[in-house]
Nanobody, 119 residues
Framework: QVQVVESGGGLVQPGGSLRPSCAAS????????TNWYRQAPGKQRELVAT???????NYIDSVRGRFTITRDNAKNTVYLQMNSLKPEDTAVYYC?????????????WGQGTQVTVSS
């Protein structure tokens, strides 16, 4: 099993930056991809950024060029560097770890961290 814990959200003014982190523990070697999702009030949860075990990354169009997902293997931590933040980036951000285990594919979720962009 894998556990993921997010931290590093907060309140920031438009144009500012934040870098939430996602720390993983447990059977780390089973993780095949780590994702950041977000959910704004009244909206569906959406996939924001992905980093695979091989290091490939992907982003939704609305954050490409502003957000960067990185991985520190020594710390078992994935970061989401968010620059040029906009009010529409306000949401609860969730870390998701996808694994491939002997029993099959599984998803593990963190508790979420609030990001608020407001003046």
């Amino acid at each position: 099993q894998v556990q993921v814990v997010e931290s590093g959200g907060g309140l920031v003014q438009p144009g500012g930056s934040l870098r939430p982190s996602c720390a993983a523990s447990g059977t780390i070697l089973d993780i095949i991809a780590t994702n950041w999702y977000r959910q704004a009030p009244g909206k569906q949860r959406e996939l924001v950024a992905t980093v695979t075990r091989g290091g490939d990354t992907n982003y939704i169009d609305s954050v490409r060029g502003r957000f960067t997902i990185t991985r520190d293997n020594a710390k078992n931590t994935v970061y989401l560097q968010m620059n040029s933040l906009k009010p529409e980036d306000t949401a609860v951000y969730y870390c998701n770890a996808k694994t491939y285990e002997p029993t099959g594919r599984k998803d593990y979720w963190g508790q979420g961290t609030q990001v608020t962009v407001s003046s």
